[in-house]
């Protein structure tokens, strides 16, 4: 079958204007001019590459309207010589003001560093001549095709991903892949993360001593225990972002793939294509993690230009279809499958590793790239990886629309040339305009929201982190609650510009798998600022709560905010299933999700809550005389904290007294110990007006337990019905912010 390749645009925006007159008094013109930069593979009815297509041959269109292509330039690829281009230093270590600009100056394109801190100084020519010269219009700077025919590289160590054996193996192979898988053609990049922010260890050279030199200082072993404890951190830039930026980053996939789009934002300020290694030991979603944020990572990589290659350092694994000594082993035909939920036995590597892989094949195939796991040569993966670049266009017009109005547009090209009518073409079909939200009128503002939700590239401005629960209310009816957390910091930038206060939009939608609406909601939550520091601030969270009440089944959110002064928005969306527990299960306990928390609060003193005269309200399990549970979200907690567990037992087996009894434990595993268990707590009342409801419930001051990693599990044993069950969430535990009373887990809050 023949290979397809897929390459994506890269959308550059440029401002010109304060060009003073010669009359009289100062005039100043302004005008806002976006160049668009399209990078198409054309390739024959063989799947060879069409290398003699003209600028005349090409035709764009954006939403319709015919526009005039203003560069060209045409990457030959498959050279095997070329000038080298001398090694370039960072001038300053890169720290966390990540600016990736896509409207880079042309001067500051040779550096990736200068992409980072903009007082870097250009590169200094690559190799071949000049390129031909790019018509632009009178009084714009010039674009720059800053490699001419050069294959750009970038490899990313994620040693967060890795364990120490892994680091050490991948940092050997790195460096025997520079000294001898290196082509002439190649210019390389070396980028690392362990716990901080994303470094340039190196910027794009062929210089094979420096890209080997860089790859000798990883600091081995940093990274591969994200188990101590972590603050928060500076959230003072927009752009930064560090793994320690706050609990938002925690137990969930969002900080490895916030690095993979910081990366491609870093990669951007070149218009060329751009492979991006993806050195990792894997991405395991927990079930909780925002999908928003995926299909973010891969539409940034899209938009600059970059197909990333996930290469898997754990190489060929294998485990024993039952499991290993160090987990239980599964039943039924989990035994030979290794169920996901438990991650035992079954596949090449394990349910692990193949869960692990899922995320970044997503990354490898949405982006043109491709993964490659399960060979200990990792060698092999570097040199596809490398060479699945292939010789392209590059073409680019000013857009006719300048309007700042934030909305997508389609970008299509057509080859006029009769004997490449027939062509198969790749590029990117469309880009977002630049917004100017102080511009936005109310209804302009309640289009931007409902054209998000449409939206397939779903806008993360704003960190959002949400919880979706499901408990059984009657047969066919379960009350999903959303609990929404949004770090205060995000409204900080309102406070500075001296606002008393701010307004928040919230809107979202739940379908379910005919994609048939079945639940909606639509608020706006003001948010006073006067009585708070920014210090307070920055370490602050707003909880926002609402609910649906549906039938079981599979279901997508989506879920959308919008701070109303600088308009930044956030996406959450998650796809999840509500099972049908009413049906008679012999051998199962039937439960509700597992909630844990920290904070009980009145229903009346919620910052940020829907429709609080809700009808839905009165059904939340999660609220009980006048207290309502907050869940914790991110899961991560301080020892100076308490922690409430809340679940639900259904249709237990009732006695000969028709009473139900059944025994609850909490238990606290750090790795394979066991670290804390409370007593056994007995249950036998329902819930009012719940039907045969059980509410579970502990109280477990985290004074007791050390800071670090633990999984809390619940133990559930029906006595009368000689069933066994349990219910298990990762938690973080961080350093008290003071003193805490020692006191051993409890049922009840």
Request: hydrophobic letters at 35%.
């Amino acid at each position: 079958m023949m290979k397809k390749a897929v390459v994506f645009g890269l959308v550059f925006c440029l401002s010109f204007g304060n060009i003073q007159a010669q009359q009289s008094g100062p005039v100043t013109f302004t005008s806002n001019t976006t160049l668009v930069i399209i990078d198409v593979t054309v390739k024959d009815k063989s799947g060879k590459v069409m290398e003699d297509l003209k600028k005349g041959d090409f035709v764009i269109s954006e939403d319709g309207k015919t526009q005039q292509v203003a560069v060209f330039d045409f990457q030959k690829l498959d050279i095997e010589t070329a000038t080298p281009v001398p090694a370039v230093k960072p001038d300053a270590k890169p720290d966390a003001k990540l600016e990736a600009k896509a409207a880079a100056p042309a001067s500051s394109a040779g550096s990736m560093s200068a992409a980072i801190v903009q007082t870097a100084q250009p590169a200094p020519s690559a190799a071949k001549a000049a390129p031909a010269p790019v018509e632009s219009k009178p009084g714009t700077a010039k674009p720059l095709i800053r490699y001419q025919d050069r294959r750009l590289v970038a490899m990313l160590f994620d040693m967060s991903t890795m364990a120490i054996p892994d680091q050490i193996r991948v940092q050997k192979t790195a460096v025997d892949f520079i000294k001898n898988g290196l082509k002439p053609a190649d210019l390389v990049t070396i980028l690392t993360t362990t716990t901080g922010p994303l470094e340039v260890a190196q910027d794009f050279t062929d210089d094979r001593d420096a890209l080997e030199s860089a790859v000798k200082k990883f600091r081995i072993g940093e990274g591969s225990d994200l188990s101590g404890s972590l603050g928060a951190g500076d959230t003072s830039d927009d752009n930064t972002f560090s793994a320690d930026q706050s609990e938002f980053d925690i137990f969930n996939v969002d900080k490895k793939l916030t690095t993979i789009e910081t990366s491609c934002k870093m990669l951007a300020s070149f218009p060329e294509k751009k492979a991006l290694m993806y050195f990792s030991g894997g991405i395991s979603q927990s079930g909780t993690d925002n999908q928003a944020e995926l299909l973010k990572a891969v539409n940034v990589c899209k938009k600059s230009n970059v197909a990333i290659d996930p290469i898997d350092v754990r190489g060929m694994t294998a485990s024993a279809p039952g499991g290993d000594a160090g987990s239980a082993s599964g039943s039924g035909k989990s035994l030979f499958t290794g169920g996901a939920s438990t991650g035992a036995g079954g596949g090449r590597g394990g349910a692990a590793n193949d869960t692990s892989q899922e995320t970044l094949s997503t990354l490898a195939a949405d982006t043109g790239g491709k993964l490659f796991a399960e060979d200990n040569d990792l060698t092999v993966g570097l040199a596809a990886a490398r060479d699945d670049i292939g010789s392209y266009y590059i073409l680019g017009y000013y857009s006719t629309n300048g309007k700042t109005d934030g909305k997508y547009r389609t970008v299509a090209v057509k080859l006029t040339r009769p004997d490449a009518v027939s062509a198969k073409m790749d590029y990117r079909h469309g880009y977002f305009a630049e917004k100017d939200f102080g511009k936005f009128t109310a209804a302009d503002k309640d289009d931007q929201l409902q054209q998000a939700l449409t939206l397939g590239d779903p806008i993360t401005d704003l960190s959002l982190a949400a919880e979706v629960n499901y408990f059984r209310l009657a047969r066919d009816r379960y009350f999903v609650p959303l609990s929404v957390k949004i770090p205060g910091s995000e409204i900080a930038l309102a406070k500075t510009k001296g606002n008393a206060k701010t307004d928040l939009d919230f809107i979202g939608q739940l379908r379910d798998n005919k994609d048939v609406m079945k639940g909606q909601v639509a608020d706006t939550i003001t948010i006073q600022l006067a009585q708070s520091s920014l210090t307070e601030l920055n370490n602050r969270t707003i909880a926002y709560d609402t609910g649906f009440t549906v039938p079981p089944g599979s279901y997508k959110l989506k879920f959308l905010t919008r701070e109303n002064e600088t308009g930044k928005m956030g996406t959450y969306e998650r796809s999840f299933v509500i099972p049908d527990l009413f049906p008679e299960q012999p051998s199962t306990i039937k439960t509700s999700s597992i909630v844990l928390s920290s904070q009980l609060q009145s229903t009346k003193g919620a910052l940020a809550k829907a429709d609080p005269n809700s009808k839905a309200a009165d059904s939340n399990p999660l609220v009980e005389d006048g207290q309502q549970l907050v869940p914790s979200i991110t899961r991560v907690f301080r020892k100076d904290q308490n922690l409430y567990v809340y679940m639900e037992v259904y249709d237990p087996t009732l006695g000969t007294d028709q009473k139900p009894s059944v025994a609850a434990i909490l238990t606290f595993f750090r790795g394979k110990n066991k670290m804390s268990e409370s007593q056994p707590v007995h249950l036998d009342s329902f819930v009012p007006q719940r039907g045969q409801t059980l509410p579970v419930r502990f109280q477990v001051p985290l004074s007791t337990l050390p800071t670090g990693v633990y999984t809390c599990q619940i133990n559930l044993i029906d006595e009368n019905g000689h069933k066994f069950g349990f219910q298990r969430a990762e938690i973080k535990v961080l350093p008290a912010a003071g003193g805490a009373a020692t006191a051993a887990p409890k049922a009840g809050f």
